[in-house]
Structures are given as structure tokens and as C-alpha cells.
């Protein structure tokens, strides 16, 4: 009973903001209840379901805003997944609430895809089969039957941008930057909300940055900042994982191998689409080592907003469905510490961004 009273400080009461938790007020609490989610989850946790009755009369409570222009126009919280004891084979599926459970959505309709890329791919159809899924209310897993998968996995690219935040620059008395600063992750490097971040044995200087992340959702070149939303599927959390020593010392100061090692791209818990994020520029962004909060900020410190990174971006390169872009880190990173602190076998790191949830990754 005790187990249930802490999780259900997740549970508002009807009529307040559930989406915009004030994170001066909740940090706590939501770490205490992510913490036992994760745990639990490790675990063969069973269902909570009055928790879940609850909650789902909360869960597809958006913001109107008529400037708004997302590529499906609905609040949805789009996940992959696998069944346990299935082989490993990927689903899709819509979360009925956060942390509730999942339709999936190729056993409501079997002509759908099973990868969330092949989903965005189809354009407004599989996009619309998804939002009929959900209202259906049928073919429902419970979250005990399920381990999520990142909400994108083998995309085209990882667009990953440096130095995007006011404080961040602040913190190492760098100048603000002009024109965004890209360079790129392999698309290898992605791994699961839930899932171990692996220690290289070619590293001594791991580091966290947790990032506010967004997904394209159809094709597009030279795109007006003016029509960039519209190309945008939906934001999640990511950790950009950093090998100092290789970013900063070697490989003749290129970031991309210090970026891009096995597992340096934690990525979930799920893509919640344009239109379920009031403003992804004014969420709070949060990371945790084990309970104690190291990065602290908002989106609102960003220099180059998500339209003006897809505009930027697309004069280069073409951007296509399930392209994954990690728009930069507040400050509060390790290497920047007086002393610096670098991650260690096992750490708990947590990311949390508001109104899109928490990836909590151990550090084996």
C-alpha cells in the first residue's frame, strides 16, 4: 500500500496542468516515483491498475495553440516496444497516459508497420491509425508484459547540435554561437529509455548531457523556418553520452568518436507528438546522478529554436522520416565541474524533460 501512495503522487487532481508539473514543486516526488517505476519494472512489476483508471482520464489533455502545425495534429504518445518472451520482434504502439499501458497498434491493425520509422513513412495514414488505436481502447499490454525500446531506432541520421544553450556557453565563458554548431552520432550509438549505458575501456572521462530531442516526420530540403514544425513528428528525451577524452584530446579534437560510442544515445521513454507539447521552448530539463540533480535549466535558454535548426539543417542535407535531432544540453555537465566528475560503474542517471517523461539509464 505503501508502494501505491508514492506512485500515485504522479495522480493530479481533475483540473489541474498534469502536463505543465511545476518543476520546483514535483522534482522530488517524480524521482522517488520514476525510480520505483524503473526498479520495478526490472523486476516483472505487475500492473498498477488503479492507478492506471485514474490517470487515463488525464492523458489526452492538450494545450490549443492555433500557430501550431505538427505533422499528425494530435496528442499521441507513440512508443516501440517488445513483448517479453517474443524473440525480441518490435512493435509500435500509443501509451494510453504516461507510464500506463500501450495499444499495439499492428494488433489493431495488422497492415500497420512494426518500426516507428516505417509508421512515420506512411504519412498521415499510419499516423491516423494510431489515433483511431488509441480512441478504440483495444489491444491494450500492460506494462509488465513489455520492455520499451528507444522510440526511434535505426534512422537515416542523428543530427546533434553543440553549444545551443545560453547558460551552457556562460558556464564555459564561451562566446554565443552565430550559426548552430552540428556534428553527428552513429546511428549504432542509440539505445533504449531503460536500458545500461556501456563504460568504453577506451574512455576514463564519460560524461552526461541530457537533451531535449526531436524526430522528423516527412521528407523535406531547403524548409522555411515558417513551415519547420510542420515537418516535426514529435519530441523525447535523449542523453547526448560523451567521451571527454576522445571529444576534447584526440582524434585531432573531432567530436564525432567521443559522440558516438555504443550506447551514448539513450533515447525515450516516447515520442510525444507536436501537438501534446504546449511549447517545447519553455520545458523544464532536468539530470540526475544517482538522485542528486546535476543540470537544472530550461528550454527557453536554447539560441537555435527547433524551426531554425530543421531550416539550417535541410540546406545541406535532405531530411527524411524518423531522423533523430539532439538540439544541445544546459549546463551542469561533468567536465566542467572544479573537480571535474566523470560517470562510474554503477551510477544511476536520469533525464527528465517536462510534459515528455524520464529515461533512467545504468551505467554498467
Known sequence: MELFSRYSLLVPEVGSPFNGLNAGETNTKLFTARRFHFFCSQQMRHPLRSLCVLRSLFSHRTAANPQRRGVCGAAMRLVQFNRHGDGGGIRVGVEQGEGLGVVDLKAFDPSMPSTMRELLELGDKGLECAQRALSSGQCVVERSDIRLLSPVLAPEKVVCVGMNYRDHCLEQNAPIPKEPIIFSKFPS??????????????????????????????????????????????????????????????????????????????????????????????????????????????????????????????????????????TGTPPGVGVFRKPPVFLKKGDLVECQIDQLGSIINKVA
Request: glycine share 8%; proline share 4%; with cysteine.
Open 189 to 326: 550509438a542509440i539505445t533504449g529509455p531503460y536500458d545500461d549505458i556501456i563504460l568504453p575501456s577506451e574512455s576514463q572521462e564519460v560524461d552526461w548531457e541530457v537533451e531535449l530531442a526531436f524526430v522528423i516526420g516527412r521528407r523535406g530540403k531547403h524548409i522555411k523556418e515558417e513551415d519547420a514544425l510542420s515537418y516535426v513528428a514529435g519530441f523525447t528525451v535523449a542523453n547526448d553520452v560523451s567521451a571527454r577524452d576522445w571529444q576534447m584530446k584526440r582524434n585531432g579534437k573531432q567530436w564525432l568518436l567521443g559522440k558516438t560510442f555504443d550506447s551514448f544515445c539513450p533515447l525515450g521513454p516516447a515520442l510525444v507528438t507536436t501537438d501534446a507539447v504546449r511549447d517545447p521552448h519553455n520545458l523544464g530539463i532536468r539530470c540526475l546522478v544517482n538522485g542528486d540533480t546535476v543540470q537544472s535549466s530550461n528550454t527557453d535558454q536554447m539560441i537555435f529554436k527547433t524551426e531554425a535548426l530543421v531550416a539550417w539543417v535541410s540546406k545541406f542535407v535532405t531530411l527524411t522520416p524518423g531522423d533523430v535531432f539532439l
